[in-house]
Structures are given as C-alpha cells and as structure tokens.
C-alpha cells in the first residue's frame, strides 16, 4: 500500500494479497490443464496470449475505464473548481495528484482508474456535478483518491484477467462440440478434449466471480473509511452515496447501458443487484459512514 496521509487497512492489504495468489493459482491450473489435454503448443500459446491480454489490461487499464465511461481528460482551464479541490485533498493525503477527467453523461457516478499513482486518473461524470455539494464531492473524490493511493484499481484490473481468459475459453470450449479444441477426440476413452476445457474454464470462471466480488465489496468500504477519515466528514460522503445512489436509479435504461461497462469501478453500481453485485449494499455503507460520524463527535476525538 502507499504512504500516504489515508488510514491504512490491513484488511485491504490482506485480502488483495490473498486475491493475486489464488487467481494466479487458479490461472496457473488451467493453463497446465490446457497444456495437458490439447497438447503443449496450443496450450502454451493459448497461456501466452492470456498473459498477453493480462499485461495490455495493465498497462492501458487507465484508457480502456476512460473509453468504457466515454470520458476525457479536462485541464485546469476547463475543470478549475473541480481541479482545485483534488489539488487540496492531495496535499491533504502527501500523494501525487492523478490526472482529472470528466464522463459527459446524466448517470451521476464517479471513478478512479490507471496502473500506478502516477498513471491515475480520477473521474466524474457531468451528472455528479449537478446534483451534489461541494462537500459531497469532496467527500466522493477522498473515496476515489484513496482506491488510487491503496492501488486496489490495479490488483482489480490484474486479477480480473484471470476471469476474462476462463470467459475466453469458456466460449471457445463451447464449439469444441463442432470441432474446437480437438472436437470430440478423447484420450484414454476418457471425456472429449472440449468437455475437460470447458469444466475447468467454467471452474476458474467461478472462482475469479466469487473473489473479485469480495474483495471489491471490502474495497468500497475501505475507501468509504478512508475518504471520511482525510476529510472528516463522514456525513457529507453518506449523503453524497444516497443521491447518487438514487440519480442512478433515476437515469434513463439508455445512459445506463451506455456506462455499463466500467460499472465496477464506480463509486456507485450501475447494475447487477444482490450476489453479483461489486459493491457493498448502500444500508452498510451509510451505517460505517454513521459509525464514524459518532466516532469523530466524540470529546477529543480530532
């Protein structure tokens, strides 16, 4: 994790330690099971190609988010107010100040993206603007800041790749009925090639749903913290997630579908409700937020 001002979590810590090693295990598995039932020079390429895309995810994760949100980067002159207020909160947290970018939409959301601090950028759409304080979105660019300044933005974009391989070969398996992957070819009268692709893809496919599910629900609440702790108003954040949280629900079926994509990484989910979903439910988000409003009120607490 960085050095920075925010309040460190070594739970976040922890868990994305945790995350890395067993989707690497689990990535390692499925390319030894590809090496050993399509043959090695498949499955070795295959494995390469998918350590390929892993490394162009990580090092263009900061323009692929830009793209799915449809967002730019704004300069000073364009964005003075909104550049201003991440110029004081990272003087605030001691870390570099990420580039700042804007998403011309009505869905109000933000997120933040880029493989390193210094490869940052920290962005809100045009409909968080409109809708939230100046406290509110100060509380809103502390939570994204810190996700930047706890690099859980690349852990999420590296272990996903993981998800997006078995995805690849999970579809692939899937036309080795008609003849992909050696059809239905079987060694030792055991099950068709296609078959055993598809089983252990579909297996890493669910491992990699289920982690990166977790760990970005405990990575929300740990930039919640965080982002309340710097500014110290945990109640300016709480109420910046309920109207976001109901500007979302309010935008059109077409603004949504049109930011779907980069869901996952905004302050706010855009979709998928219940088990599947990458955020934590907003009831606990605003009770943490709720906990650390009493804390701070406290005689001698700051």
Same mark, same amino acid.
């Given at each position: ?214 760990? @970005?629900?405990? =990575?929300? !609440?740990? #930039?919640?913290? *965080? +982002?309340?702790? /710097?500014?110290?108003? &945990?109640?300016? %954040? ?12 309010? @935008?059109?079926? =077409?603004? !949504?579908? #049109?930011?779907? *994509? +980069?869901?996952? /990484?905004?302050?706010? &989910?855009?979709? %998928? ?30």
């Amino acid at each position: 994790m960085a050095r920075t001002r925010f309040v460190g979590d070594a739970g976040l810590t922890a868990r994305m330690t945790l995350v890395m090693f067993l989707l690497g295990a689990a990535f390692v598995a499925l390319v030894v099971v590809l090496i050993a039932v399509i043959g090695g020079t498949i499955g070795t390429l295959i494995g390469l190609g998918a350590i390929g895309y892993a490394v162009y995810q990580w090092a263009n994760s900061d323009k692929i988010a830009m793209r799915a949100m449809r967002a730019r980067e704004v300069t000073p002159q364009e964005a003075p107010e909104l550049h201003g207020m991440i110029d004081r909160l990272c003087a605030l947290a001691d870390m570099p100040k990420p580039r700042v970018g804007v998403a011309d939409t009505s869905v109000p959301n933000a997120f933040a993206t880029g493989r390193s601090p210094d490869r940052a950028v920290v962005c809100v759409t045009t409909g968080i603007l409109g809708i939230l304080t100046a406290e509110e979105l100060e509380g809103v660019l502390a939570h994204e800041l810190s996700h930047v300044a706890h690099r859980d933005v690349l852990v999420m974009t590296v272990a996903s790749s993981a998800g997006i391989a078995a995805g690849t070969l999970t579809q692939g398996a899937q036309y080795g009925g008609l003849g992909f992957f050696g059809g239905n070819r079987r060694g030792n009268n055991g099950p068709p090639v296609w078959l055993i692709v598809l089983l252990v893809s579909l297996i890493t496919y669910a491992v990699s749903f289920v982690l990166l599910r977790l760990l @970005s629900r405990y =990575r929300e !609440l740990s #930039a919640d913290r *965080a +982002g309340a702790y /710097l500014t110290l108003k &945990p109640g300016a %954040l709480a109420s910046a997630l309920q109207k976001i949280a109901g500007g979302v629900q309010a @935008s059109p079926q =077409r603004d !949504l579908r #049109a930011v779907s *994509a +980069g869901s996952a /990484l905004c302050i706010s &989910p855009i979709n %998928l409700k219940g088990l599947a979903s990458t955020h934590p439910p907003l009831e606990k988000r605003v009770e943490q937020l709720a906990r650390i409003q009493a804390e701070l009120d406290r005689p001698g607490a700051v």
